[in-house]
């Protein structure tokens, strides 16, 4: 396939550099080759190049961030996303939005499915919902990917920041009260891969397989390290954050299951595998 991928610098950007390309045909572009609020410069960049699906991963993903800038929250992911759409509506492509789990509250007891109702409770979630009905209005064919909790090398994410702490020896302090869906990039990478292949349409929920806290994730990563430290325990109530965090946003594979006939790894092989490589990084760089 020809894929352009936006957001080619993010953490899902480099996993679908470093997954798909020796498969595929990748367009990549950062904020310099398309700043996706800006529909003339996108239509100018893409001038003279060809390409059958869009993977839209530029989003402003700053969940406390967006709470407090929620015009350029939305502009970045409603907006951009608008005109990402447009592009590739008038190319005859289809448009991969890359979504979240913080569309839905959390207040529901078990997995959401795809067709539960969103209410998000923060300005992130609104503005990628708001995403995601920009994309549905557009006209053209498109497959609205909801994830969660994503990992993996090109940016912050809470695996290096726990594993971080660890190796400075000081024992970290972890919610419990919060639970979901552990994603490696380099996973979701290859399911919306998958999916685009097989032809699939309409929202589907990509995500490793099983469920976790923030807490239990922290203690597989101390385990997997050696580290001795207890992970502690705390509850939101008492971390404060701009952004309240939906309880339980776990998401269902069951879609994902029927249409590709397999499970995305457990987080835990996934963490796995991610701690592995960076290992190896770090190793390299010493």
Not at 105 to 111: E, H
Not at 203 to 226: C, D, K, P, Q
Request: with cysteine.
């Amino acid at each position: 396939m020809r894929i352009l991928v936006t957001g080619a610098q993010g953490i899902l950007g480099q996993a679908i550099r470093e997954s798909l390309a020796s498969r595929n045909t990748l367009y990549l572009w950062g904020r310099d080759e398309g700043d996706v609020r800006d529909l003339e410069r996108i239509r100018t960049s893409a001038k003279g190049i060809e390409f059958d699906a869009v993977i839209h991963a530029a989003a402003m993903t700053a969940v406390d961030r967006c709470e407090t800038e929620l015009d350029l929250a939305m502009a970045t992911n409603r907006d951009g996303t608008r005109n990402v759409a447009a592009l590739a509506r008038e190319r005859g492509a289809t448009l991969v939005y890359v979504s979240t789990d913080y569309v839905f509250d959390g207040s529901k007891q078990g997995p959401y499915v795809e067709d539960d109702p969103p209410r998000p409770i923060n300005a992130y979630g609104r503005s990628k919902l708001a995403g995601e009905e920009a994309t549905r209005e557009a006209g053209g064919k498109f497959l609205i990917a909801r994830t969660s909790w994503v990992f993996g090398e090109g940016g912050k994410n809470f695996v290096d920041a726990i594993a971080e702490k660890l190796q400075r020896r000081e024992a970290p302090e972890v919610v419990t009260d919060q639970q979901g869906s552990p994603t490696y990039a380099r996973d979701l990478a290859r399911g919306i891969e998958k999916l685009l292949r097989i032809g699939a349409t309409g929202t589907v929920h990509v995500t490793n397989s099983g469920v976790t806290s923030w807490h239990g994730f922290a203690v597989e990563i101390a385990r997997y390290l050696g580290s001795p430290l207890t992970v502690r325990e705390t509850t939101s109530d008492r971390f404060p954050r701009p952004a309240p965090r939906p309880k339980n946003s776990v998401l269902s594979g069951e879609r994902y299951r029927a249409l590709t006939g397999e499970s995305l790894p457990s987080w835990q092989e996934a963490l796995h595998d991610y701690l592995g490589r960076r290992s190896v990084r770090k190793g390299a760089a010493a």
